[in-house]
């Protein structure tokens, strides 16, 4: 069966009684945020829902789009009809029409959540005065007569300031970035567009992935309200099976090497040229495999794709970096691997940074400062070697792998240093 | 001069440190898990847990206070950009 395009140029999409889709399609969007590529577009979905004394607009979009945005609007009430404004979120591709939207409806309260207000102000800088506005969270309603907002927290999905709305009377979710992908098909609807499932796992594991945690914690939320309709910032609106979208972003978000019990995991990860390198990195993995409820890989980064070892970063508690040095800095398997860290969360996770080098051995030292910009544990001080690794040389190695896998494992000993023992 | 001392609990390191040394100094030069952003007070990245020893940190100045509460920063929350150590022991970890 056909579905026709339910978008027309100015006209509001009616979703329920007094529920009306503003937002706005841009089909031509290729490249999304620097890191996002978009094989069809994306949407800014914006809403309006309507009570008995008033309205409530949900988000606006993109400013490009701003009078596609208000051209729904206005066809839906009066500027002086809005009561509130709710930003479930504030990244410029939903609050880019909110200064416009504020100066049109002077009287309408923000609505955002606790964590908003900071971003919100440096926002709308060029209103010249800092805005009015509530912040809300878990439990907080706006009730906009005969039907009720409700609001959920549920930070970090993927800005500090991310909220959910619930219009309980629709069963309506309007879940911001939450359920979202980048996704252009005027027909709307989940069961009428085409086939999006690519866009939504793509959109997860570049948008939500490095805040699982979060994600999971939301969903404990978002799951227990069974929305009939769960209604997204981007891409189509999801009304047939909307669990099967949360189940979809629980199964993602769950960590598959979970269920070992205590057993942690460390990976020791190499680039050698001479085998220099390659021999302290064993070295270490020989060290670290001595600890008890410690299990150990070794890998030559040379030999398979990042994205596969990302994926094993993902669920790993420690990591060692082997790189020579050459020309005065690590080398491009490294760099490629620390740079694709942003997609996972590796905040606190254990890391340490080894190898060889000729002249002068700033390969370890970069290494490290990138794993602490990573937020990541660097208890023990690098290891360099000067060429051949010696006998000595090694077991150092193997004592740092020991020392390391205690700290993962937390039983490492407490140690009392000085200041001035630091470099 | 003086000396204080600093334990960072999730690496089990305890840093002795001339007094009013700021925490910063200290936690990345140890590897603890802190981490920062501007560095400067204003973004609230390297909130920490003081665990012991709060009052043997200077008081936090009206911009801490501001980013503290911005943040919905918990009572025993302080940034480690800012926090100087005055005396005694101090235990902290990663906010």
Redesign the interface.
């Known amino acids: 069966m056909s579905h026709p395009s339910v978008v027309s140029p100015g006209k509001p999409v009616a979703l329920a009684s007094g529920v009306h889709w503003i937002g706005a399609l841009d089909p031509s969007m290729r490249r999304f945020d620097i890191i996002l590529n978009t094989a069809n577009g994306t949407t800014y979905n914006a809403y309006a829902v309507r009570g008995a004394h008033g309205v409530a607009v949900i988000d606006t979009v993109k400013i490009e789009f701003a009078d596609e945005f208000f051209a729904r609007l206005e066809a839906v009430c009066r500027y002086d009809e809005i009561r509130v404004i709710v930003l479930n979120h504030l990244e410029p591709d939903h609050s880019g029409a909110l200064p416009e939207l504020m100066r049109r409806a002077p009287n309408a309260k923000l609505v955002l959540s606790q964590r908003a207000p900071a971003i919100l102000k440096a926002l709308v800088r060029e209103l010249g005065t800092e805005p009015e506005c509530t912040p809300v969270g878990d439990g907080d309603v706006v009730e906009l007569g005969g039907r009720t907002l409700a609001f959920v927290h549920t930070p970090y999905l993927h800005w500090p300031d991310t909220q959910c709305t619930w219009l309980e009377d629709e069963g309506m979710l309007f879940s911001g970035d939450v359920f979202g992908c980048h996704f252009c098909d005027d027909r709307l609807w989940n069961d009428a567009v085409g086939d999006f499932r690519f866009s939504f796992d793509y959109y997860y594991q570049h948008i939500m992935r490095p805040f699982r945690a979060f994600v999971l914690e939301a969903l404990d939320k978002l799951e227990g309200l069974a929305p009939r309709v769960i209604l997204p910032a981007h891409g189509p609106l999801l009304r047939t099976s909307p669990r099967e979208y949360m189940a979809r972003y629980r199964r993602l978000a769950t960590p598959e090497l979970g269920s070992g019990g205590d057993e942690k995991t460390l990976l020791v990860f190499y680039v050698s040229a001479y085998g220099n390198t390659a021999r302290m990195a064993r070295a270490v993995a020989e060290g670290a495999e001595q600890v008890r409820g410690l299990r150990v890989s070794l890998f030559d980064l040379q030999m398979s794709d990042v994205a596969q070892f990302v994926d094993l970063i993902e669920e790993a508690d420690g990591m060692v970096f082997g790189s020579p040095t050459l020309n005065a800095d690590a080398v491009k398997p490294v760099w490629d691997l620390l740079s694709s860290l942003t997609l996972v969360a590796v905040k606190g996770k254990f890391g340490a940074a080894i190898g060889s080098y000729g002249w002068s051995g700033e390969a370890v030292g970069l290494i490290e400062d990138r794993m602490r910009g990573l937020k990541m544990r660097v208890p023990l001080k690098g290891l360099k070697v000067k060429l051949n690794p010696t006998e000595d040389d090694l077991e150092r190695c193997r004592g740092l792998g020991r020392e390391l896998g205690a700290h993962i494992t937390g039983t490492a000993r407490r140690r009392v240093v000085d200041i001035a023992e630091l470099a | 001069m003086p000396k204080a001392?600093v334990t960072f609990e999730?690496?089990?390191?305890?840093?002795?440190?001339?007094a009013g040394?700021r925490l910063i100094?200290?936690s990345?030069?140890?590897?603890?898990?802190i981490?920062y952003g501007c560095r400067e007070g204003e973004c609230g990245t390297c909130m920490m847990k003081i665990v012991a020893g709060a009052e043997n940190l200077a008081q936090p100045s009206v911009l801490e206070h501001q980013v503290l509460a911005?943040?919905?920063a918990p009572r025993a929350a302080r940034l480690a950009c800012q926090a100087q150590v005055l005396s005694g022991e101090v235990v902290v970890r990663?906010g």
Request: aromatic letters at 0%; glycine letters at 12%; zero cysteines.
């Open positions: 001392s999730d690496i089990g390191v305890t840093v002795t440190v001339p040394t100094e200290v990345e030069k140890v590897g603890a898990g981490t911005d943040n919905l990663p």
